[in-house]
């Protein structure tokens, strides 16, 4: 199949390559700032490798059999956090879906999982595209032209969807202002502290600022009290007139699907509350933002996509039924996902014995599946570097399940992988009605991989108005 049509094709920005893999003092720092640039071309080949560091037993799973042991056929025996990611997310999520294992993770993610079901769908749609719209309303006031940091704005306007989604529409800004804020306060901190224990450095959490540990401690309280001011409010009769994801967790799935409920008690359903919020606001900020990047360095690409939203909306806001006549925008977000996962690196630890290809996986070894590089695999892909929708149109084979994997697979899969796919879908193609965005010249973007992978130092963009 010439996939191809003989045109150039963009080869988007990428992390440098070390010619031999491997984390040494040298380049300690640069895995600081970004956690795949110790990979080599080996790593972009192999279908498994381990290694061992300070002592450490580590397991690279980097095929779609390997993957599908670790997060399917044997996950019981596979930990979703080490004790060490525990304590880092503890704080702020409690005993939340995400750092959970065993029972507790079963009971949650049963007890979460109504809110995410089909039938609630159309209602979350409505506010991600009234949201997008709020936003291109607020560029339509800058003059032409107005830079903006695109990152910045995505994030932003999904927290404002998600906030929406888990609270309602009447919670003031205020409130709003003081979650977002606390937040991104307790990411600065745990950044640090994540890549340390996700290698199994502790000594680098150390390097963690103690001002920033009492920063992030004041931030966790501001969360949790607004939070639970909200739910106080709730529990007083003060409801939202639509279903909120909080109200789904305190009251169980009320009416939408008609199945029974599964209410949590108060502490339980802030937990994951944040939980929500912290998953679904980041990661598809980050998505959002690396798509923009993409379409300006693609003209095919986006002349394509604008197309198909202008001829299916005819300038209409989208609705959810849309989002199936989208095909080429939806491949294009899922391209971007392909290339920028906003989740590169997932981790999981062995509790028993077991043996993967061959090789004997020990108790305790920290088993790495990293998006990044299975979804740049020189064996499993055509062009893996370049940046091409097309693969993700109906009528070309999808790539195996356990090979792309942005949302993760298996049991731990992301909830909010459908709420996702939506959100991104209806906010590029409400703003890519009246936008097009440009880098400026002589920028020049580059990767931050720490917690969730995005443009260094945010991404500045130039607005167009197109009507
Ligand atoms: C483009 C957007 C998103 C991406 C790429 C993404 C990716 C992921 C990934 C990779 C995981 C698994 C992490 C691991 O195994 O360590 C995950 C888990 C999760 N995500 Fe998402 N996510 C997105 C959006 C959302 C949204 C919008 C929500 C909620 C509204 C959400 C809620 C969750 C939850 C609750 C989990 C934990 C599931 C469990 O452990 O059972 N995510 N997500």
Same mark, same amino acid.
């Given at each position: 199949m010439n996939m191809y049509d003989n045109k150039p094709l963009f080869i988007p920005v990428t992390t440098p390559r070390p010619l031999i893999f491997g984390l040494s003092l040298w380049n300690m720092s640069g895995f600081r700032r970004n956690m795949l640039s110790i990979w080599s071309d080996k790593a972009y080949r192999a279908r498994k490798l381990s290694f061992k560091l300070l002592n450490q037993d580590y397991f690279l799973c980097n095929s779609p059999d390997t993957v599908r042991r670790v997060f399917l056929d044997r996950h019981d025996i596979y930990d979703k956090k080490s004790p060490q990611m525990r304590n880092a997310l503890e704080p702020l999520l409690g005993d939340g879906l995400f750092v959970s294992d065993g029972e507790l993770w079963r009971e949650r993610r049963k007890a979460c999982s109504p809110p995410f079901e089909s039938s609630f769908l159309p209602g979350f749609a409505a506010i991600m595209s009234r949201s997008a719209v709020e936003m291109a309303d607020r560029w339509q006031a800058m003059p032409n032209g107005a830079s903006v940091d695109v990152l910045n704005e995505m994030a932003r306007l999904t927290a404002q969807i998600i906030g929406r989604t888990v609270f309602g529409d009447d919670v003031s800004d205020e409130d709003a202002a003081k979650v977002v804020n606390g937040f991104t306060e307790y990411q600065h901190t745990i950044n640090q502290i994540d890549y340390a224990d996700t290698f199994g450095l502790p000594f680098l959490r150390g390097l963690v600022n103690p001002l920033r540990r009492r920063k992030a401690a004041r931030a966790t309280a501001e969360v949790h009290q607004v939070i639970d001011q909200i739910i106080e409010r709730y529990q007083q009769g003060n409801k939202p007139d639509c279903l909120t994801l909080l109200s789904v967790l305190l009251d169980g799935d009320v009416s939408a699907s008609g199945k029974g409920g599964c209410p949590l008690h108060t502490e339980a359903a802030r937990n994951e509350a944040i939980v929500m919020f912290m998953a679904g606001h980041e990661t598809t900020a980050n998505a959002l933002a690396w798509t923009w990047y993409l379409l300006d360095g693609c003209d095919r690409s986006r002349d394509k996509m604008y197309a198909e939203i202008d001829q299916v909306l005819q300038g209409r806001t989208p609705t959810l039924e849309d989002v199936a006549n989208l095909p080429f925008t939806r491949a294009v977000f899922e391209e971007s996902l392909r290339l920028? =996962?906003?989740?590169p690196l997932l981790s999981r630890q062995a509790r028993e014995e077991d043996e993967i290809r061959g090789a004997k996986v020990k108790p305790g070894t920290i088993m790495l599946v990293l998006p990044w590089l299975l979804h740049r695999h020189e064996k499993e892909w055509?062009? =893996?570097?370049a940046f091409y929708p097309e693969r993700f149109m109906p009528g070309n084979p999808r790539p195996d399940k356990f090979l792309y994997i942005p949302f993760s697979v298996g049991h731990r899969v992301c909830l909010g992988l459908r709420f996702g796919l939506t959100e991104g879908i209806l906010c590029l193609a409400t703003l890519a009605q009246r936008y097009r965005l440009r880098l400026p010249e002589n920028h020049k973007v580059d990767i931050e991989c720490r917690l969730t992978l995005r443009p260094k130092d945010g991404l500045p963009m130039i607005l167009e108005k197109r009507l």
């Open positions: 920028y =996962p906003p989740v055509d062009n =893996p570097e």
